[in-house]
T-cell receptor
Framework: DAKTTQPTSMDCAEGRAANLPCNHSTISGNEYVYWYRQIHSQGPQYIIH???NNETNEMASLIITEDRKSSTLILPHATLRDTAVYYCIVRVPGGTSYGKLTFGQGTILTVHP | SQTIHQWPATLVQPVGSPLSLECTVE??????LYWYRQAAGRGLQLLFY??????ISSEVPQNLSASRPQDRQFILSSKKLLLSDSGFYLCAWSPGQLSYEQYFGPGTRLTVT
């Protein structure tokens, strides 16, 4: 699996966009980028995933650079409830791994009033 | 829609006592199932995963075991708890090995005293 590097922590003002970066310079051509978040004392929550094209859903947008060596998760209008640890995971779906996810330390996002 | 249940929500057990945590999934069939543990201030560690009834794979040697007696039921057990077994235990499911969109339950917070 490609390793990912994320900043340890970030701050964001409520109502502003939160941009969370992730570096995955050793990503291979068939590896997807997945984002999860974990709010304190809760289980992780799936946010979004992508291969090479930018993706958007009701929660967030995922921007993947053309060389796929980095990506950015964008929360367009952050709220206090978005305060959480955000995990960037790079993995190939399927195969003998049966969907196992390896969570790193992630980025602690704190949204301030 | 699919839902995942875990119980109990919290548990305090003495060292040396047995453990049984249960996880059930509704609204899907033949899911992949996973047990994770999160020690205080640490990341998520995958403990076990299962791709079918009676099929269990262990990720790390430990004092715990898992069983899958029914398609949508996953049980985590121990014969004798250790202090180091304390943590936040999370069950998750995914639609199949081609998907890395895992959906997590609410978790069980276990304190071994």
């Amino acid at each position: 699996d490609a390793k990912t590097t994320q900043p340890t922590s970030m701050d964001c003002a409520e109502g502003r966009a939160a941009n969370l970066p992730c570096n995955h310079s050793t990503i291979s051509g068939n590896e997807y980028v997945y984002w999860y978040r974990q709010i304190h004392s809760q289980g992780p929550q799936y946010i979004i995933h992508g291969l090479k094209n930018n993706e958007t859903n009701e929660m967030a947008s995922l921007i993947i650079t053309e060389d796929r060596k980095s990506s950015t998760l964008i929360l367009p209008h952050a709220t206090l409830r978005d305060t959480a640890v955000y995990y960037c995971i790079v993995r190939v779906p399927g195969g003998t791994s049966y969907g196992k996810l390896t969570f790193g330390q992630g980025t602690i996002l704190t949204v301030h009033p | 829609s699919q839902t995942i249940h875990q119980w109990p929500a919290t548990l305090v057990q003495p060292v040396g006592s047995p453990l049984s945590l249960e996880c059930t999934v509704e609204g899907t069939s033949n899911p992949n199932l996973y047990w994770y543990r999160q020690a205080a201030g640490r990341g998520l560690q995958l403990l076990f995963y299962s791709v079918g009834i009676g099929q269990i794979s262990s990720e790390v040697p430990q004092n715990l075991s898992a069983s899958r007696p029914q398609d949508r039921q996953f049980i985590l057990s121990s014969k004798k708890l250790l202090l180091s077994d304390s943590g936040f235990y999370l069950c998750a499911w995914s639609p199949g090995q081609l998907s890395y969109e895992q959906y997590f339950g609410p978790g069980t917070r276990l304190t071994v005293t």
